[in-house]
C-alpha cells in the first residue's frame, strides 16, 4: 500500500481510505469487524467516519468496538456539525458544540484522541475565528491530532487558512469532497485553493455512487441489491445522458487496456496531485480486496490527457 502525506501536514494515510459509513445501517456488526480488520491487514490505515453516520452514532460506536488494540495501527478520522439531534440544538461549529460533540465520539469511539477532526459542513451561525480557536484548543489538549474541513466553499477555505495564520492556531490540513470522473466541479476554485494552501483532498464517492463501477447498463434497471435500486435519488442525481455517454467512453478506454473500471475511477483519482487518499466504502471483504488492488494502473500523461477529453 502506497502511504501519502496528508496535504502539507506531517501525517501520514495509505492511498486507499476506507469511508465508514455502511457500518451500523447496511452492515451488521460481525460483517463490520470481518470488513474493518481485512482493511488493516491489507494496509489501509485511513478509517473515515462521522457522527451521524449510522443514524446518528451507529458507525463511531461499531469502529469503536471492533478496533480495540488495532486502534493505534490506524489513522481515525472522524466529523462533526452536521445535526445529531432533531431539534436543532446538536449542530454547527460554535465552542459550545464542539467541545460536547468531540467528547460524544470520543467515548463512542473507545479512544482517548481523533486523528483528524473535520468539520462536516460550512457553519454559517459561528464566526470562523470562533470555531478555529475551539478546535486549537483541542489540539493542544491532545484530543484531536489535525483538523480539517468538508464541503467549504474556495473562499471558506481561504479565509480559514488566512485567519488561522493571524491568529497562530492550528489550521486545516485537508479538505474532503466529492470529485470522481464524473464529477469535476471542484476543479474550478476549490482545488485550486486547496493546492495554493496545501490541503490534502480526500475525495468522496470516487465512484459516483457506483456509476463507476460498470454494474449499471444503459437503458437496463438497476439490479435489485444496488444503491441505485434502493435509493431512486441516488440514480436520478448520477444516471444522465451526459454521464451515461461519458461511462460508455470510459469503459472502452479501459477495457482497451486491459483494465476496469474500477481501476480507472481509482486510479485517475490517485494521480492527481492533490488527492492524498481515496475514500470508498465497503460492505463486503471482496470490495476493500477490490478497492485495494484498484489503485494500481499508474495512468501515463497520454492517458489522463485522454481521459481528460472524454470527461471534460
Not at 486507499?16 to 451500523?24: A, E, R, S
Request: glycine content about 8%; overall charge neutral; charged content about 25%.
Amino acid at each position: 500500500m502506497q502511504i501519502r502525506n496528508l496535504g502539507g501536514s506531517g501525517l501520514r494515510v495509505s492511498a486507499v481510505g476506507l469511508g465508514c459509513n455502511n457500518f451500523g445501517q447496511r452492515t451488521d456488526l460481525e460483517t463490520s469487524r470481518k470488513v474493518i480488520h481485512k482493511a488493516i491487514d491489507l494496509g489501509i490505515t485511513l478509517f473515515d467516519t462521522a457522527d451521524i453516520y449510522a443514524g446518528m452514532g451507529g458507525s463511531e460506536t461499531v469502529l469503536g468496538t471492533v478496533l480495540g488494540d488495532r486502534r493505534k495501527d490506524i489513522v481515525l478520522a472522524t466529523k462533526y456539525s452536521k445535526p445529531m439531534s432533531n431539534d436543532g440544538t446538536k449542530q454547527g461549529a460554535s465552542r459550545r458544540y464542539i467541545m460536547s460533540a468531540v467528547e460524544a465520539s470520543l467515548t463512542r469511539l473507545k479512544t482517548d484522541y481523533i486523528d483528524l477532526y473535520q468539520q462536516h459542513d460550512y457553519d454559517p451561525l459561528t464566526p470562523m475565528e470562533e470555531t478555529l480557536r475551539a478546535l486549537d484548543d483541542l489540539v493542544r489538549q491532545g484530543k484531536v491530532r489535525y483538523i480539517g474541513n468538508s464541503n467549504f466553499p474556495a473562499w471558506r477555505i481561504a479565509e480559514a487558512e488566512l485567519l488561522a495564520r493571524q491568529m497562530n492556531v492550528s489550521r486545516f490540513v485537508s479538505c474532503q469532497d466529492e470529485y470522481s470522473l464524473v464529477v469535476r466541479g471542484i476543479e474550478k476554485d476549490l482545488l485550486p485553493a486547496a493546492t495554493e494552501y496545501t490541503l490534502g483532498l480526500l475525495p468522496f464517492f470516487p465512484l459516483a455512487s457506483g456509476l463507476l463501477t460498470g454494474k449499471y447498463k444503459r437503458g437496463a434497471a438497476a439490479p435489485d441489491d444496488t444503491r441505485f435500486a434502493k435509493a431512486p435519488a441516488l440514480k436520478d442525481r448520477y444516471v444522465t445522458a451526459r454521464n451515461e455517454d461519458i461511462v460508455e467512453k470510459l469503459q472502452a478506454f479501459a477495457q482497451a487496456r486491459g483494465h476496469s473500471m474500477l481501476e480507472l475511477a481509482f486510479s485517475w483519482l490517485a494521480s492527481r496531485p492533490q488527492v492524498s487518499s481515496v475514500i470508498a466504502g465497503a460492505t463486503r471483504v471482496e470490495q476493500v480486496e477490490q478497492n485495494v488492488k484498484a489503485i494500481g494502473w499508474t495512468l501515463s500523461a497520454e492517458e489522463i490527457a485522454e481521459v481528460d477529453g472524454i470527461t471534460t
